[in-house]
């Protein structure tokens, strides 16, 4: 019915008279017949040439900065043609020339052409720009010309070639030329810098294996630069008491990953955070002199006082940090470094807390973030670091210094981007704004938040001046989602990142999510996940987590006041006709059988947590102790599959470091079912 409206809507001028039906018609869309003769043939013809320009700016992803298609067209031939190229340019377009393949596109590179010799394809590169990932397209009748302003423009040129060919091939490759309206394109992004930060600290380390089919994944979607959110997962020599079974990363990974990344012009910098969130550091004898809180303080990261924090008055935490930062940053190409420095909540409370009295905790706090900017200067490194705790108190953000860029970061959709961008761009700061994928503490994420988080902080960014825009992917608490869920995460966020002035579509986000991540020849694994991020807005949308998330987290957390048998009754509803939906895909990808094995657990998962709440609902104070005895047995049984499982889907991506202090925690609602 919201179809029929909209269609009423969009309509213009409105007609006379509209009664649209219930039923439908599936329009093909490649090889139909339009019947048409006689006066009607040259209408028909133009309006044919508009549809085809209508759906390439529909088939470009990221949306272009400019696009104007005209009325002719060039005739591509699929076998003959020469691409000319040369120098720095043929790099990419021999890795290009593999992806034309799977169109059934044979052309020849050449670096000159005879004297009579026509090429097909013209690549450069504008020597003279200094916006490198700029590119301009023209398609003319006489050819194709790609101008990059540099070689990432020259690849992202390529990449919209690409878009173009697949979408005016059609399905035959028996067709002899391809027929392409004839446009120009001049491109650029939004945002310098587009990121990803990947959680490789609670408690998942993505194997290399991983990493190495994610990031040219990241290229095509345009991203340039990522991140490895790092805790105690670097293998640190002289610190091994805290990594051994964590399956850190290694120097020599560090080594590989950044030779891939560089290929693709993405830039990997360093992040291990350095003043916050080092409880599995400092819970150990060997580091408990550093803490603030030598004898632990609560906080959300663990079931049990840790200390948390170390001590920004103790002259030895900037010698821990030389000694992490001597080992650890060499290993990068990148000349920026995320020193993290967030959610320091224990600052005050222990050690510095006469300092903080004497000049507040914000003082004490900025001191000591200075004096890591300094040491990294030391290591050649541009500092990053993350904005929360300035944010608090806006008064000390003209104390910072210039040259370090603040990362302001937020989650929810009604996150005040718009009031903190403000008060850096006032001060000419320069600063980042960090959305996420919301798939953390969810099971299978929470879509229509994070794409208008994402849309918001592009907004606010673009508005203020922001030099970068990073997507962050966290694991809180178990990192118990699988990474599909976090795949339109990226998705919708590579588009807010090189064009926000672009609005979403949701049938486009699950056209380029089927197109780029799971290739189902029947297009109902991308609906599947999209509508499955929807599930818990059925019974009423939490903060930074769903119930699904928190009650596989901890069973006996707080059900929502809310609830009501009805609401799950209807969740279990959505769920199970998604799994209908996603049954019948036929993925192409070349991890598809893993993608399979990850939804299966995803919906063993998800079928779980209803059914433990909708127990809990039953019972007579709604906690685990007073469920039935053969309920409690049947969910025994169900977690004990799942745990099953968990280890199996866990080690498809994943090393095995990291793995039962995640499984501890759905261990521990086992022992209350009993």
Known sequence: ELKALEIEMELFPPPASIKITETTYQFPRNGGFILAKGSCVPYVLRWKQELKALEIEMELFPPPASIKITETTYQFPRNGGFILAKGSCVPYVLRWKQELKALEIDIEIIAALKQGEHSQITVSIDPHSDRQDDYDLNVSTDGIEIIGHGEPGLMYGLQTLINILLTCSGTSALQKDILIPTMEIHDHPSFVHRGIMLDISRDKVYTLETLFHLVPILARLRYNELQLYTEHTFAYRGHSVVWKDASPFTGEDILRLDALCRSYHIDLVPNQNCFGHLHRWLKH??????????????????????????????????????????????????DRFNIGCDETMDIGQGRSKEECEKKSSSIVYVEFLKKIFKLNEKFGKKTQYWGDIVLLHPEVIPQLPKDATALVWGYEASHPYELQCSLFEKEKIPFYVCPGTNSWISISGRTENCLKTLRNSAIAGTKH????????????????????????????????????????????????????????????????????????????????????????????????????????????????????????????????????????????????????????????????????????????????????????????RNRIGGLQDSMHRMQKTRKLLE
């Open 285 to 334: 004898p060997e580091y408990t002199h550093l803490a603030e809180c030598p004898d632990g303080v609560s906080h959300p990261f663990s079931d049990v006082p840790e200390p948390y924090s170390i001590c920004p008055t103790d002259p030895r935490s900037l010698d821990f940090l030389e000694d992490l930062f001597s080992q650890l940053l060499p290993h990068f190409s990148s």
């Open 465 to 652: 001046g922001a030099v970068g825009y990073l997507v962050t992917d966290w694991g809180d608490h178990g990192h118990f989602q699988t990474l599909p869920v976090s795949f339109l995460g990226f998705l919708a966020g590579s588009q807010q990142a090189w064009n926000s002035n672009s609005e979403f579509s949701h049938f486009y986000l699950e056209h380029y999510l089927n197109q780029i991540f799971f290739q189902d020849e029947n297009f109902v694994m991308s609906k599947s996940w999209f509508d499955l991020g929807n599930l818990s807005s059925v019974i009423g949308e939490s903060c930074n987590s769903t119930l699904f998330g928190r009650i596989m987290v901890d069973g006996n957390c707080d059900l929502p006041k809310d609830l009501t048998i009805e609401n799950l009754n209807k969740a279990n509803t959505v769920l199970e006709d998604c799994v209908g939906l996603a049954s019948q895909a036929k993925m192409m990808a070349s991890d598809a059988e893993i993608i399979r094995s990850e939804f299966d657990l995803m919906i063993d998962m998800l079928r779980f947590a209803i059914e433990l709440a909708r127990c809990r609902l039953n019972s007579s104070d709604h906690r685990i102790a007073n469920i039935g005895s053969s309920d409690k047995s049947r969910l025994r049984t169900d977690i004990d599959a799942i745990l099953k499982n968990y280890e199996k889907v866990w080690k498809m």
